[in-house]
């Protein structure tokens, strides 16, 4: 059974940084797209950014390229996102996730078939 763990979330000025870590268990994950998605209050869940199993390919929203990097560590089987100049509208619960299946991408949550429990992200103005 896949389990995953996000932890790094907490509280931080506007223009401050955060590293969000996925700790993933119960498969080898190295096939696999992983991504993040994060979730405002009344708001539907949106993508972040996915990198592939090598990570040599990457994604991002628009509204985080340029300021968020994602990473892997396939050796700890550990997805990583640096955020970087965080804005109040960053404010959310992000999760992560493993793509239903192996090789392939895509950026809707209905990709996914595996997600973390989420880590509360809070920039305040």
């Known amino acids: 059974q896949v389990q995953l763990v996000e932890s790094g979330g907490g509280l931080v000025q506007a223009g401050g940084s955060l590293r969000l870590s996925c700790a993933a268990s119960?498969?080898?994950?190295?096939?696999?797209?992983m991504g993040w998605f994060r979730q405002a209050p009344g708001k539907e869940r949106e993508f972040v950014a996915v990198l592939s199993g090598s990570g040599g390919r990457t994604y991002y929203a628009d509204f985080v390229k340029g300021r968020f990097t994602i990473s892997r560590d396939n050796a700890k089987n550990t997805m990583y996102l640096q955020m970087n100049s965080l804005k109040p509208e960053d404010t959310a619960v992000y999760y992560c996730?493993?793509?239903?299946?192996?090789?392939?991408?895509?950026?809707?949550?209905?990709?996914?078939?595996?997600w973390g429990q989420g880590t509360q992200v809070t920039v305040s103005s």
């Open positions: 119960g498969r080898t994950f190295s096939s696999y797209f």
């Open positions: 996730a493993v793509h239903r299946y192996p090789y392939r991408t895509g950026t809707r949550p209905a990709d996914f078939g595996s």
